[in-house]
């Protein structure tokens, strides 16, 4: 079984500020992890993702995750915000085949000017 | 690039309808899905196939039903189509070959039912 916590569902930041998006997740085998990034009437785009490589990911736009295990973690995180940041963000866990994969319920970002 | 076309952007149909929402992907992929996107509740997977004329149920499969006589096109059905069916439908599609694949995404379908 897997399952993906992600935690507000609206973040508000400042123009500059830190941006920081919580995940969490739940597996019963190693995971693949995600995160997807959707613009206004748009399909899902990807951001970055987890394949137990490295465990600090670098993904597109300037965003990265770092994928904690002891605290079943994937937080997305960007130094500084950009108004084209502004969009929802969804975390997703992939663990069983067929390459199914379990969605948070995202979280949508507001970038304040 | 990689493409994933869904065949409409905006649909309006009325209730006991049948409901045809198509998506073709360009890439070869094995794997489609369809999900549906709803306000707070993220996206929940309707179907999937892994082959052509092979399906799967997800997580929410009543009152939907699926097809996929060709390996790029993946079509899904609302048999009888009922208010509590207006929702966004995204269709995707990834790679078999080793988990971690991503799935690629077609922009969406908003469906209307009145």
């Known amino acids: 079984a897997q399952s993906v916590t992600q935690l507000g569902s609206h973040v508000s930041v400042s123009e500059g500020a830190l941006v920081l998006l919580r995940c969490n997740y739940s597996?019963?085998?190693?995971?693949?992890l995600f995160w997807y990034v959707q613009y206004p009437n748009q399909g899902l785009q990807l951001l970055l993702k987890?394949?137990?490589?490295?465990?600090l990911v670098k993904g597109i736009n300037g965003f990265e995750a770092e994928f904690k295990k002891s605290e079943t973690s994937f937080h997305l995180t960007k130094p500084s915000a950009h108004m084209s940041d502004a969009a929802e963000y969804f975390c997703?866990?992939?663990?069983?085949?067929?390459?199914?994969?379990?969605f948070g319920t995202g979280t949508k970002l507001q970038v304040i000017p | 690039d990689v493409k994933v076309t869904q065949s409409s952007r905006y649909l309006v149909k009325r209730t006991g309808e049948k409901v045809f929402l198509e998506c073709v992907q360009d890439?070869?992929?094995?794997?489609m899905f369809w999900y549906r996107q709803d306000p707070g509740l993220g996206l929940r997977l309707i179907y999937f196939?892994?082959?052509?004329?092979?399906?799967e149920k997800g997580d929410i499969p009543e009152g939907y039903s699926v097809s996929r006589e060709k390996k790029e096109r993946f079509s899904l059905i609302l048999e009888s189509a009922s208010t509590n069916q207006t929702s966004m439908y995204l269709c995707?599609?990834?790679?078999?070959?080793?988990?971690?694949?991503?799935?690629?995404f077609g922009d969406g379908t908003r469906l209307s039912i009145l």
């Open positions: 196939s892994y082959d052509v004329k092979m399906k």
């Open positions: 597996s019963s085998v190693p995971p693949y």
């Open positions: 997703a866990v992939s663990a069983g085949g067929y390459q199914k994969v379990t």
């Open positions: 987890y394949t137990s490589a490295a465990t």
């Open positions: 890439m070869d992929h094995e794997n």
């Open positions: 995707a599609s990834a790679r078999r070959t080793a988990r971690g694949q991503p799935q690629h």
